[in-house]
């Protein structure tokens, strides 16, 4: 099983995209998700996370411009970026976070795309 990620896109400078990862049902109600991004020639890192229960994590770099959400009607994790920025740019991946730590069942991602 993998999450499904999707949303991406070419945005300038300033803009907002709304990123959203389907999780199954069963999988969304007991599982922490994060979503995670790999940027051109860096490693894959933590953009935000999320519990069961709401409680929230964020990198510093997107801390004020970033918010993470659970949608427990679609059981989705959204992910909304406000001031992109050209260093936002990579693959957003997201994933359950117990699965990510042992660095198993990525899916491939969706493309963010900040143009200056």
């Known amino acids: 099983v993998q999450l499904q990620a999707s949303g991406g896109g070419l945005v300038q400078a300033g803009g907002s995209l709304r990123l959203s990862c389907a999780v199954p049902?069963?999988?969304?109600?007991?599982?922490?998700v994060g979503w995670y991004r790999q940027a051109p020639g860096k490693q894959r890192e933590l953009v935000a996370s999320i519990t069961t229960g709401g409680a929230t994590t964020y990198a510093d770099s997107v801390k004020g411009r970033f918010t993470i959400s659970r949608v427990n009607a679609k059981d989705t994790v959204d992910l909304q970026m406000y001031l992109l920025t050209p260093e936002d740019t990579g693959v957003y991946y997201c994933?359950?976070?117990?699965?990510?730590?042992?660095?198993?069942?990525w899916g491939q991602g969706t493309l963010v795309t900040v143009s200056s």
């Open positions: 049902g069963r999988l969304f109600s007991f599982n922490a």
């Open positions: 994933n359950l976070v117990l699965w990510a730590a042992g660095n198993r069942f």
